[in-house]
């Protein structure tokens, strides 16, 4: 049945060719397919997939490098920023991405991070923000919201002991070589049709060398927050976007 | 063209990278090497070579950078000293697992810690046996003066990309900061080739390239391992560089690398003045290290001394070469100090003869 409906004319969507066909290990639920789609379906439609070269980070998304067909190198944990101005500098007609965690980011790659930003190097860097370590099984991330609970914080994040989320976007917006940073979600057909758009402006800018574009995706983490999918993103409007308002936070002058 | 040159040891390296073709340098002040980036800044080698330069935010995020760059089958390389160096250690080993193909330079300084800015070896074992996690070893080519080490910059490259294996320069602050008089090879054109392992842009009709120290199914990963032993041996096999200087007639040997076995020439003149027949056997790889050449000496001398600016690192390697056949000391100075030749001659009749 399903292959009759497969005809040129009734095809109204497929999947990209910048993405593999090796199944995801995501969790069901989890926003992580939902980037790496726009992310390939934006590579697709610039035609950019022979000149485009990716930095996978330690975390979740450790394995990226499996499901983008676009050649990719897998960097020590935090350090993809590091690894991508190396690739930049040597490729700088090349187009070259980051895609990191929270922690990843934020935590242990703060310093790459701001000094990639600050030097401007002209590379995209997609920041998945769950507000927690998924990999490791729910530990507390720089971003964990104050009084949430994690395994290392079973009590709720205690600022006082425990220091206070980190808001690395709005920070990296204030350096002078960050061109786009814009907070977005995928939790829904609209924002995730928001995110592709952003994406796809931040790669035309990179071909533009204007300098370090950063879109933040708020994301959800079903099995770490121990929710139900649904669940989940409903717990992510309500309490995550509240901290981590969604839309555009630094845009260029025209 | 072939020049003469009166140069700095860290400038000289500097001038090497250039000439021997790199694609990339990065690094983090540190002295006392800070002379590598400082002459690479100055010379702007983007106009000469198109060679690019970055001052990184630290040791960790300029290995990195040599990792990326690295990956897309560039000739890429960073230098440091000591504490720098151990910040490096954690890429270093992605670099080992990774396998791709780097240089690192060590002008070693005089530690634990912050230890000294003075000129020490005490980072033989770091630099031989490891120093990062993992089963991994790394090429060490040890310079004895800034002509060895401008040569080891081309060598280092040729190895690192024969053998896709990081490669390190464990010079020390002597070679870094003493002028000496260099030849200088001929400008090597930088490579326009794409490695197949190399992210260079996925090609149509070719699977994507990843560049990966990870392998999450342990049957996988031990296939890594014995991968990287297989190359090690190889390594060994036909990489072992070293020199031997009066050993034909000695009947005691001296054992040192870089600036140590310098020093240590002197006190062999001073010794065979008196009588004694002293050779000195100076390894100029520290891995792949000289075994059989130690071992045949064994044979043959009644004593070995090694003399190491450290508090005893490649004795241990003699001994393990020599297996037993002969005695085996170390004499060294630390801290930054540097022995004298009449302190290492004393230790051989002591130690050795006496002993």
Redesign the interface.
């Known amino acids: 049945m399903s292959e009759n409906l497969i005809k040129p004319e009734n095809l109204v969507y497929k999947k990209t060719e910048v993405l593999t066909d090796k199944v995801m290990h995501y969790c069901p639920g989890c926003g992580h397919g939902t980037a790496h789609r726009i992310l390939a379906e934006v590579i697709d439609e610039m035609g950019i997939q022979g000149e485009t070269i990716g930095v996978a980070p330690v975390g979740c998304s450790v394995l990226a490098y499996n499901y983008f067909s676009v050649d990719m190198t897998e960097a020590a944990h935090g350090r993809a920023p590091a690894v991508a101005t190396g690739i930049k500098r040597v490729f700088p007609e090349k187009f070259v991405f980051t895609y990191q965690g929270d922690g990843d980011l934020a935590a242990i790659g703060t310093a790459e991070t701001i000094h990639a930003c600050n030097r401007g190097e002209n590379i995209l860097i997609v920041f998945i923000n769950n507000g927690i370590y998924g990999m490791t099984g729910g530990q507390m991330a720089p971003t964990t919201l104050p009084g949430m609970k994690s395994s290392t914080s079973p009590r709720g994040r205690d600022v006082a002991t425990m220091g206070n989320p980190l808001k690395m976007t709005e920070l990296v917006a204030q350096l002078p070589g960050t061109y786009f940073v814009t907070r977005q979600a995928v939790h829904t057909p609209g924002n995730a049709r928001k995110t592709k758009r952003a994406i796809k402006k931040a790669m035309e800018y990179q071909k533009l060398n204007k300098g370090t574009c950063l879109v933040e995706i708020v994301s959800n983490c079903n099995s770490g927050w121990k929710m139900t999918p649904v669940q989940a993103n409903k717990w992510m409007e309500e309490n995550m976007f509240p901290f981590y308002p969604l839309g555009d936070i630094k845009v260029p002058k025209e | 063209m072939k020049e003469l040159r009166l140069m700095k040891g860290n400038e000289a390296l500097a001038e090497a990278a250039i000439r021997a073709g790199a694609?990339?340098y990065?690094g983090y002040p540190i002295t006392p090497q800070s002379e590598v980036i400082e002459y690479l800044m100055a010379e702007n080698p983007v106009e000469r070579t198109g060679m690019?330069v970055?001052q990184?935010?630290?040791e960790?995020?300029?290995i990195?950078?040599?990792?990326?760059?690295?990956?897309?089958g560039?000739k890429?390389m960073t230098s440091s000293s000591s504490p720098g160096i151990s910040l490096k250690m954690?890429?270093i080993s992605?670099l080992a697992g990774?396998e791709l193909p780097c240089l690192i330079v060590n002008v070693v300084r005089g530690g634990p810690g912050l230890g000294t800015i003075q000129p020490s070896q005490s980072d033989y074992f770091q630099a031989v046996k490891g120093g990062g996690h993992g089963d991994y070893k790394m090429i060490v080519l040890a310079p004895a003066t800034v002509q060895e080490t401008v040569d080891f910059v081309k060598l280092g490259f040729d190895l690192a990309f024969k053998y896709r294996t990081p490669v390190m320069i464990l010079s020390d602050g002597i070679i870094g900061q003493m002028m000496e008089k260099v030849e200088l090879f001929e400008q090597v054109p930088r490579s326009t080739e794409e490695p197949e392992w190399a992210?260079?842009?996925?090609?149509?009709g070719r699977e994507?390239?990843?560049?990966?120290?990870?392998q999450l199914q342990s049957e996988e990963q031990e296939k890594v391992n014995l991968r990287l032993q297989a190359k090690y041996r190889e390594i060994e096999k036909k990489e072992v560089l070293y020199e031997t200087y009066d050993c034909d007639d000695a009947e005691y040997l001296f054992a040192a690398f870089g600036s140590a076995a310098r020093i240590t020439r002197k006190a062999m003149e001073m010794a065979r003045a008196k009588g004694i027949k002293v050779g000195l056997l100076r390894p100029q790889t520290l891995f792949p290290f000289p075994v059989e050449a130690f071992n045949k000496m064994a044979d043959q001398v009644k004593g070995i001394l090694t003399v190491e600016m450290n508090a005893g690192q490649m004795v241990e390697d003699v001994r393990l070469a020599v297996n037993g056949k002969t005695k085996v000391e170390h004499f060294g100075r630390f801290g930054g100090m540097i022995p004298s030749p009449d302190e290492i001659l004393n230790a051989l009749e002591q130690k050795i003869i006496g002993g």
């Open positions: 694609d990339a990065f690019v970055l990184a935010e630290s960790v995020a300029a990195n950078m040599v990792y990326g760059a690295a990956g897309c560039k890429a954690e890429g992605y990774a992210t260079v842009g996925k090609k149509p994507h390239v990843v560049v990966t120290s990870l």
